[in-house]
């Protein structure tokens, strides 16, 4: 289903009466599927390309892998999904755009290939699969952003500073006029340009979709939401986040955006999956003192798929079971090589060589060769963007895209 193409080329066969006829004018020129991903650094993506091997050493999610290649081992290269994918890069906001592969996550350059996924790639691959008609994908994600200030939607009003942030800056000396006027500049600044881009691709859609058939039309499927790391680590803004309504503002912020995006879309029953930041995994029972703040946003995040008006139509997702515990563990103890390796260098008691054998002796000893080759093929980034595991980005994109298929049921 899923082969290299070229533009503009729809190989679609059926077997009609034992002949085969090409449909050109049949499943690919029936309504576009379009689906909207949008957030910040985890939608971006930052798992490398080079950790897809890893996926195939668990013999569970083996199978996965081969779905995410073709035939001679390369990312496979879909001939019925298509994406646009606006983001940020070194040299500002751009769009890339195409068949839908690897290497649309995180870029350096907007318009090419960053050798990174994010969940739009096995989202896709469900979705296509799951599809008779041809599927598009919007993807906008930057790095970086809140709910609070930077996606703040219309409806959330102005950001209000608490007088304890305002009391704190005065005693930091800062200019606290500036610093109102900036916040209302940056208030909803990407909100509006998620929009904007959503609107410009589905005004010309054929621009990005070779499949596109404007006689047929398109329909506005799904939207998946998948943020939050700025906004569960700001103390500033949440001062009671260890507290159980300590990120109550988010829910309020999200469940505005939801009513916002389906507003400034025409799609008041847009079906709207929040994926829940699963940053550490799952909360044990003897953990859950110590990661309060972690459990309570993801509470926050889930609550407005619990409101009665969204109902059916808004489904929160978890991500915190596709963590990788293993990866996760030999993280921890490389943290404490280098925390020992920081350690002799500020004694500054031996030379440099027996520095380096008391680092390496003790890393043999706390990490051993198969967790180092385990961690080299599965790991590619820190654990604020899941350890840049393929594993984990490609099991959050089917969960992403399941839930989205149960609300279409």
């Not at 009609?16 to 689906?35: D, E, F, P, T």
């Not at 329909?219 to 939050?228: H, I, K, T, Y």
Request: net charge neutral; hydrophobic share 40%.
């Amino acid at each position: 289903m899923h082969h290299p193409r070229s533009a503009g080329f729809c190989p679609r066969i059926a077997l009609w009466a034992g002949s085969i006829a090409l449909l050109h004018g049949g499943l690919c020129a029936q309504k576009l599927q379009v689906y909207i991903l949008a957030g910040q650094s985890n939608m971006e993506g930052h798992a490398k390309v080079s950790t897809f091997d890893y996926i195939g050493d668990d013999p569970a999610t083996a199978p996965l892998l081969a779905e995410m290649r073709d035939e001679d081992g390369k990312p496979r290269v879909c001939d019925d999904v298509w994406i646009s994918y606006f983001t940020s890069g070194r040299g500002g906001d751009g769009e890339g755009f195409g068949p839908l592969t690897a290497g649309f996550g995180a870029r350096t350059d907007p318009t090419k290939d960053g050798d990174k996924i994010g969940p739009e790639f096995t989202f896709g691959l469900r979705m296509g699969k799951a599809h008779e008609q041809p599927v598009l994908i919007i993807k906008t994600a930057w790095g970086g952003k809140s709910l609070h200030t930077d996606f703040r939607s219309p409806s959330a009003g102005p950001y209000v500073f608490d007088e304890q942030q305002l009391e704190q800056f005065a005693k930091q000396g800062k200019d606290v006029a500036k610093i109102k006027a900036d916040k209302v500049a940056a208030t909803g600044h990407y909100y509006r340009l998620m929009i904007e881009h959503c609107k410009r691709v589905l005004g010309d859609l054929g621009r990005v979709c070779p499949a596109y058939d404007a006689n047929k039309g398109y329909e506005l499927a799904g939207f998946v939401w998948f943020q939050g790391w700025n906004d569960m680590v700001d103390r500033g803004v949440y001062p009671q986040r260890d507290k159980p309504d300590g990120y109550a503002q988010y829910s309020e912020c999200l469940a505005h955006f939801i009513r916002d995006v389906r507003k400034d879309l025409d799609a008041p029953k847009l079906p709207f999956v929040i994926g829940v930041m699963g940053v550490g995994g799952p909360i044990g029972a003897d953990e859950a003192a110590k990661r309060a703040v972690h459990a309570n946003f993801r509470a926050a995040m889930a609550a407005p798929a619990a409101l009665p008006e969204f109902a059916g139509n808004v489904v929160a997702v978890e991500t915190a079971p596709y963590w990788d515990t293993r990866l996760a563990d030999i993280a921890d103890r490389l943290d404490k090589v280098r925390g020992m390796a920081a350690k002799l260098k500020k004694e500054g008691t031996k030379s440099a060589e027996e520095q380096q054998a008391l680092v390496d002796k003790y890393r043999a000893e706390i990490v051993g060769a198969a967790d180092e080759l385990a961690f080299s093929r599965g790991a590619s980034n820190g654990g604020y963007h899941y350890l840049g595991c393929a594993k984990t980005m490609a099991r959050i994109g089917i969960a992403f895209a399941d839930a989205m298929l149960a609300m279409e049921k």
